[in-house]
């Protein structure tokens, strides 16, 4: 019984993780990826204001999708 337990919640637990991979860290993936590039073009340029710019943003992003997780869970 306890092996199928087992079974069954890391079962659970790969599913719950297929879902918050397609709904939420795929729907931010390019717009993350824009926001480093923005980044490293900043940094080419030199231009620091730019650089805080683009990871102040990419920063957001990950906000939003941690607050997503946790609405999620609760």
Known sequence: MLVFGGIALIAIGMIFGDIFAVFILHQNAGEQG??????????????PAGVNEAFGHLGALLESAAQKLMRMCT
């Open 34 to 47: 824009a926001a480093l590039s923005r980044a490293a073009q900043a940094m080419r340029k030199q231009n």
